[in-house]
């Protein structure tokens, strides 16, 4: 039996970066240190594998040789007058890097799954910027942590033990040394361990942002109660973020899906800005899948945008609301789509998931989803930390390196790679 | 039937049974429920485990009804994120990219017949998967 340290998580955006896992006969047999999320990926990634590519043939899947897939691909592909090129949250930066040279040079429109879950919140730093720290800052000095429309005991477990109110930080060390709230529609599993828990009505996350910050300046709030909370107890809070040393808000998507979406981000922004009058407060997103930072930085780079890039003018173009992926699928607008590591027909709403599977698809993916079902090309890659490296982005922009621990199946290759080939077969080279 | 808000987000047990495979039996347990406030349950006249139709201006489905562990949160119906959620939103965006997957207005019933779909079910009957 082998053992390997500090293995990498892929799951979520916090990126553990301390698991231990056992191998015996390439199979990992004991992992330590991982939350229930990450264990059950490590422990079940190899179920559901697809293990060939395969084509449709009228109603059937044939399976066929890798580059017979690829053709197919590429035939796809370029005969699309305004094909899509989605996913990317739960792969390498290495993969992505490909994916945006195939959309520049196919005149594609290329985005990733930000754009349904935290696109809002990049549109809101966009339009009034942010005050932001790595986690390691959070777990050394915050004495004041909230959790806004997030429940990370559910979707980042170990958030709070490795970054936030459990840890134990250079100078903050106890649990006792930092105050907590949470601010959301259900007592979570989250608001059972905070201090202060505020239950906000849903849809009105705006109104008790701006309630805050009319009373974190001093303003007097002429009315019983905001958004179903008591005024004593928005003064209340108030008054902690006022007076405390290093706050620090996290919110999830409580307040990107809901009814104001990047108006909500800019009303939080606007309140930490307010905040940093008085005290040191800083805003983060709580990013979900692994690596969905990453595929906002890299496109960043290349493109000059986050997500939702253009190319079919021939020069990258971004407008969120016009080349989001949910609008170019619900307008009907596109024609052929590649799909990389995502399953956009289990994530969309029902209407744009039906268009979508009316339109020529090629996904990569290492196993079987909805999405694949309705594809007309499948093209099976390896995981990413699991069986083959790559360079992920951490939930506040630390890029960390994932690690190869187990071999993958005969044939099976990268995203990276499977990448590669098609843009090679697409430049006709 | 009740009138609620319907949320849609992650649950840990959405998280976990992913991993085990999309098409398997887990996921489809821990997906097509929908927790409700114990009071909502009362008003229903309904326990934990029995099968509601959950209506939007966008679609219908039957799921399991759960009493929720993150209560109390009395007209506000909770799903995690996947299929069987999605048959209850809407497309549109209002031209900010995300469609709005929290906070819509639903009916919820008690569901005399019907069953749940499975994910192959719902593949074939609301996408037209073959």
Known sequence: MKTINNVVCSFCGCLCDDIEVNIENNKIVNVKNACSLGLSKFLNYNKHR?????IRKSKEFVNVSLEEAINECVKILSNANYPIIYGWSNTSNEALRVGIEIAELIGGVIDNTTSVCHGPTIIGVQDIGESTSTLGQIKNRADLIIYW?????????????RYTALSKGRFIKTRKERKVVVVDVRKTATANIADVFIQIKPNSDYELLTALRYAVNNGEIEQDEVAGVPVEKIEELAEMMVSCKFGALMFGLGLTMSPGKHRNIEAAIALVTDLNKYTKFVILPMRGHYNVTGANNVTCWITGYPFAVDFSKGYPYYNPGETTIADIIARGEC???LIVASDPISHLPIESARKLSKIPIVTIDPHETPTTRVSRVVIPSSYVGIECEGTAYRMDGVPLRLKKIV??????????????????????D | MIKVILITGRSLDQGTSKSIGKFSKEYMEKLAICELDPEDLKSLGI????????????????????ESKQAPHKGIAFMPYGPWANLLLGSLTNSSGMPTFKGIEADIEIAK???????????EEKIGVI
């Open chain 1, 335 to 337: 024609d052929a789509a």
């Open chain 2, 113 to 123: 017949e019907g069953k749940i779909m499975d994910l192959n079910e719902l593949l």
């Open chain 1, 149 to 161: 429309g997030s429940n990370p005991l559910h979707a980042h477990p170990r958030h709070l033990s």
């Open chain 2, 47 to 66: 326990k934990s485990g029995q099968n509601v139709k959950i209506k939007t201006k966008y679609g219908e489905i039957i799921v399991k009804a759960i």
């Open chain 1, 50 to 54: 697809i293990l060939k590519p395969r």
């Open chain 1, 407 to 428: 071999d993958p199946p005969d044939g099976i290759i990268s995203d990276e790679e499977i990448l590669k080939m098609i843009l090679s077969k697409l430049k006709g």
